[in-house]
């Protein structure tokens, strides 16, 4: 059996040793190469569908935030429109 070492010549490059050695193909570790790249490959699809799955949660925060933000929005405006009204009234009320 040859040793992996570092580096590799054009005639036995680094991949190939480790695929290959004197007495012929290393299935195991091709096996396991094989099994490292499916297992990525599965990691790799799998976080990209969490990643751009939908979060209702969030969504549903979100939306009760914004109703609020509208509801808050709303609020204002009939109290400014009711200090405005109570405004003239006092100035039509109070004697000159």
Same mark, same amino acid.
């Given at each position: 059996m040859s040793e992996i070492t570092p580096g590799g &010549? =054009?005639?036995?490059p680094i991949f190939m040793r480790l695929v290959r050695d004197d007495d012929g193909v290393k299935w195991v570790? $091709? $096996? #396991?190469?094989?099994?490292?790249? #499916?297992l990525s490959g599965y990691l790799a699809a799998q976080s990209q569908r969490k990643g751009s799955s939908i979060d209702f949660?969030?969504?549903? =925060?979100?939306?009760v935030a914004k109703a609020g933000e509208g509801l808050g929005n709303e609020i204002? =405006?009939?109290g400014i429109a009711i &200090? #405005?009204?109570s &405004?003239?009234?006092y100035d039509r009320a109070r004697p000159v």
């Open positions: &010549s =054009k005639e036995a570790n $091709v $096996v #396991i190469m094989l099994g490292l790249t #499916i949660n969030t969504q549903l =925060k979100m939306r204002t =405006k009939l &200090s #405005i009204a &405004s003239r009234a």
